[in-house]
């Protein structure tokens, strides 16, 4: 793979927990 490909799998892959993360937190707040 291409450091370009690992990087975006990268940004990718930590998007998609950040965001699940997100939303476990607003679903605790109400």
């Given at each position: 793979?291409?450091?370009t490909r690992?990087?975006?799998a990268?940004?990718?892959a930590?998007?998609?927990t950040l965001?699940?993360?997100y939303e476990e937190e607003?679903?605790?707040e109400h």
């Open positions: 793979m291409t450091p690992v990087a975006a990268v940004i990718l930590g998007g998609i965001r699940a993360m607003m679903d605790r």
